[in-house]
């Protein structure tokens, strides 16, 4: 399943699409998805993928992150969830992967995949994520020093 933050306003800001296992979202040129804006810190929060679970958590930022109405430090995201960055409010959305149509005149049907257990339902639980707490705990480095 892939997943997209949709901007409440549409046509204000692009969607941001959650498609790293940590995207780090703010006005510094090195953030993943950057907002040019005053009121969105240099480095304001970070939006995590993992096992289909999607994280946002603020890094300190002077205008905060808030889901569904609530400022908080870090939450859990569900599709549907209002999830606001500064003065910007954003929707997660789900997307189901679709199939691609078979091939015409194929004869004979696709080789079956096979399925993987879901952790949740086999009572195993994912290991935590390991997200920075503040901007200052994230070393950027650019890519030419590589």
């Not at 804006?37 to 096992?51: D, E, F, G, N, T």
């Not at 691609?100 to 290991?127: C, E, I, L, V, Y």
């Amino acid at each position: 399943m892939t997943y997209q933050l949709i901007p409440a306003d549409k046509g204000s800001y692009p969607p941001i699409p959650v498609q790293r296992p940590v995207l780090l979202i703010g006005r510094h040129p090195e953030c993943d998805f950057r907002i040019d804006l005053p009121k969105i810190s240099r480095r304001h929060c970070c939006v995590a993928l993992a096992y289909d679970r999607i994280l946002v958590r603020d890094l300190g930022s002077h205008n905060g992150v808030r889901v569904n109405g609530r400022v908080v430090e870090e939450a859990m995201l569900q599709a549907g969830d209002e999830v606001a960055i500064g003065p910007l409010i954003y929707r997660l959305v789900a997307e189901s992967a679709i199939p691609s149509p078979p091939a015409a005149g194929a004869t004979r049907p696709a080789a079956a995949t096979p399925k993987r257990a879901d952790p949740a339902q086999a009572g195993m639980q994912p290991p935590p994520l390991a997200l920075p707490k503040r901007s200052d705990d994230i070393d950027l480095v650019p890519l030419d020093d590589l």
